[in-house]
């Protein structure tokens, strides 16, 4: 991609936009950017851009125009009407991931899905790091891709959480590697409907050539489709059954290309989705030149990733989890079903569109209470009134404070909200950071 005097405009100055912005001015492009923040509501901008003499305009239509190259950060929705009639002068639009593409050097594993990325990203990286390999892990967590560019190098792998916001806008992007581990309802008021969102992440797929491999979830409809559409080796993971060519869990067993990788009980992180992103870990792992042994031994000193099943404490034989991350009704699910019952579980926040119904039969079997928080609180307590008790809290520390005096030893109380976080907090990571300061000072009933 030549980027030397082409005229750019980098939409959203969070750290995506940033680093974009960034590669864009090193690369000689006439950078400019724009966010619906002014720039003194928002952290490091303009430092950054007053360093490379990037000028900053409030976004309005009009500052769409006069570009030949928009680059979007995740968050900005590619059907926007000013970018709508962009695309329709000639003007390329393109995400921060497609972006670096032709910069980033050695080869990427490209972890996608509705729940687990970033424990199988973060898992994929721990475990080529742990068998000497030179890695990076980024993406959709940590790093920017941009800013992964200039520490790329020719032997090494660069391991990339890729959300559907990122993937939807990619055409040349390439993951050598790519993975699917679930697709289920989610970002719909973004996406509209799930055709499109699955369809977002089938990206993904669409761009591997011959020689790549495409990691997929045997027993997700959406992802046995992506097959379909991959120049890629598919290659197949399940918990169900034996798969070929890929990874299974036979009895307690994880097998890896029919031979034995390792006892399902050494496996250090809580749930069954986790043997899941486990057994596509090892697909990427073996792929990339990792023996066995190398493998399991890795796995066994992985330790849960913050806001993802997190256990935080046990105060008075009450036991708490920060699942902070299940902003999807999906990752809800797959929370509850990694406790055997007295749950008591926190929902709510800023509603994504999702069908809070399919909560009822888990809640039923499995929680002693739902405890309701935030904007999407009416519309949750609407869909599964009936199936437990609900208690409308209002906020995490009302949540806390009700679960605690209520529950029993041997109970637990999970922050799985099933929404976004944007109502009452910054981000996911702010909801689950309160969550864990409100419960390490609580004190014990005895």
């Given at each position: 991609?030549?980027?030397?005097?082409?005229?750019?405009?980098?939409?959203?100055?969070?750290?995506?936009?940033?680093?974009?912005?960034?590669?864009?001015?090193?690369?000689?492009?006439?950078?400019?950017?724009?966010?619906?923040?002014p720039l003194d509501?928002?952290?490091?901008?303009?430092?950054?851009?007053?360093?490379?003499?990037?000028?900053?305009?409030?976004?309005?239509?009009?500052?769409?125009?006069?570009?030949?190259?928009?680059?979007?950060?995740?968050?900005?929705?590619?059907?926007?009407?000013?970018?709508?009639?962009?695309?329709?002068?000639?003007?390329?639009?393109?995400?921060?991931?497609?972006?670096?593409?032709?910069?980033?050097?050695?080869?990427?594993?490209?972890?996608?899905?509705?729940?687990?990325?970033?424990?199988?990203?973060?898992?994929?990286?721990?475990?080529?790091?742990?068998?000497?390999?030179?890695?990076?892990?980024?993406?959709?967590?940590?790093?920017?891709?941009?800013?992964?560019?200039?520490?790329?190098?020719?032997?090494?792998?660069?391991?990339?959480?890729?959300?559907?916001?990122?993937?939807?806008?990619?055409?040349?992007?390439?993951?050598?590697?790519?993975?699917?581990?679930?697709?289920?309802?989610?970002?719909?008021?973004?996406?509209?409907?799930?055709?499109?969102?699955?369809?977002?992440?089938?990206?993904?797929?669409?761009?591997?050539?011959?020689?790549?491999?495409?990691?997929?979830n045997a027993e997700?409809?959406?992802?046995?489709?992506?097959?379909?559409?991959?120049?890629?080796?598919?290659?197949?993971?399940?918990?169900?059954?034996?798969?070929?060519?890929?990874?299974?869990?036979?009895?307690?067993?994880?097998?890896?290309?029919?031979?034995?990788?390792?006892?399902?009980?050494?496996?250090?992180?809580?749930?069954?989705?986790?043997?899941?992103?486990?057994?596509?870990?090892?697909?990427?792992?073996?792929?990339?030149?990792?023996?066995?042994?190398?493998?399991?031994?890795?796995?066994?000193?992985?330790?849960?990733?913050?806001?993802?099943?997190?256990?935080?404490?046990?105060?008075?034989?009450?036991?708490?989890?920060?699942?902070?991350?299940?902003?999807?009704?999906?990752?809800?699910?797959?929370?509850?079903?990694?406790?055997?019952?007295?749950?008591?579980?926190?929902?709510?926040?800023?509603?994504?569109?999702?069908?809070?119904?399919l909560l009822r039969?888990?809640?039923?079997?499995?929680?002693?209470?739902?405890?309701?928080?935030?904007?999407?609180?009416?519309?949750?307590?609407?869909?599964?009134?009936?199936?437990?008790?609900?208690?409308?809290?209002?906020?995490?520390?009302?949540?806390?404070?009700?679960?605690?005096?209520?529950?029993?030893?041997?109970?637990?109380?999970?922050?799985?909200?099933?929404?976004?976080?944007?109502?009452?907090?910054?981000?996911?990571?702010?909801?689950?950071?309160?969550?864990?300061?409100?419960?390490?000072?609580?004190?014990?009933?005895?």
């Amino acid at each position: 991609m030549l980027l030397n005097g082409i005229k750019a405009l980098v939409v959203g100055m969070k750290k995506s936009g940033l680093a974009s912005a960034e590669l864009l001015a090193r690369h000689g492009a006439a950078v400019r950017a724009t966010d619906l923040k002014p720039l003194d509501q928002l952290a490091e901008a303009g430092a950054l851009l007053d360093c490379l003499r990037i000028p900053f305009a409030l976004q309005t239509p009009s500052v769409f125009e006069g570009c030949e190259l928009i680059v979007l950060s995740p968050d900005v929705p590619f059907d926007l009407p000013p970018l709508v009639e962009a695309r329709r002068r000639g003007v390329r639009v393109i995400g921060e991931v497609e972006l670096a593409a032709p910069f980033l050097r050695g080869r990427t594993i490209g972890i996608t899905g509705s729940n687990g990325k970033t424990t199988t990203t973060s898992l994929t990286g721990h475990i080529l790091r742990d068998a000497g390999a030179p890695v990076q892990v980024g993406g959709n967590i940590g790093t920017p891709v941009t800013a992964m560019v200039e520490l790329s190098r020719d032997d090494g792998w660069n391991v990339l959480e890729l959300s559907s916001f990122q993937l939807e806008t990619i055409s040349e992007f390439r993951a050598h590697i790519g993975m699917a581990l679930n697709v289920t309802q989610n970002h719909l008021d973004r996406h509209h409907t799930f055709e499109n969102y699955a369809a977002a992440k089938g990206r993904l797929f669409e761009t591997q050539r011959s020689g790549d491999f495409a990691v997929l979830n045997a027993e997700d409809p959406v992802c046995v489709g992506y097959a379909q559409k991959t120049a890629a080796t598919p290659l197949w993971f399940s918990c169900l059954r034996p798969v070929a060519p890929g990874a299974s869990l036979c009895g307690d067993q994880l097998m890896l290309d029919g031979e034995l990788l390792m006892a399902a009980g050494d496996i250090p992180i809580r749930g069954r989705h986790n043997v899941e992103n486990v057994l596509a870990a090892s697909i990427a792992a073996i792929r990339a030149g990792v023996t066995r042994a190398a493998i399991a031994s890795a796995v066994r000193t992985f330790r849960a990733v913050e806001h993802r099943l997190e256990f935080v404490r046990t105060v008075s034989g009450v036991d708490f989890y920060n699942d902070s991350k299940a902003t999807s009704v999906d990752a809800t699910l797959k929370a509850l079903e990694a406790f055997p019952g007295g749950v008591w579980v926190i929902l709510g926040g800023k509603d994504k569109g999702l069908d809070y119904s399919l909560l009822r039969g888990p809640l039923a079997a499995k929680a002693r209470a739902a405890l309701l928080i935030g904007a999407a609180a009416p519309k949750i307590a609407e869909q599964i009134q009936g199936s437990v008790e609900l208690v409308d809290a209002k906020t995490i520390d009302q949540a806390v404070t009700h679960a605690y005096s209520h529950a029993h030893p041997g109970d637990t109380v999970l922050l799985a909200p099933a929404c976004a976080s944007f109502d009452q907090f910054r981000s996911y990571e702010h909801r689950g950071e309160t969550f864990k300061q409100i419960v390490n000072q609580l004190q014990s009933k005895e």
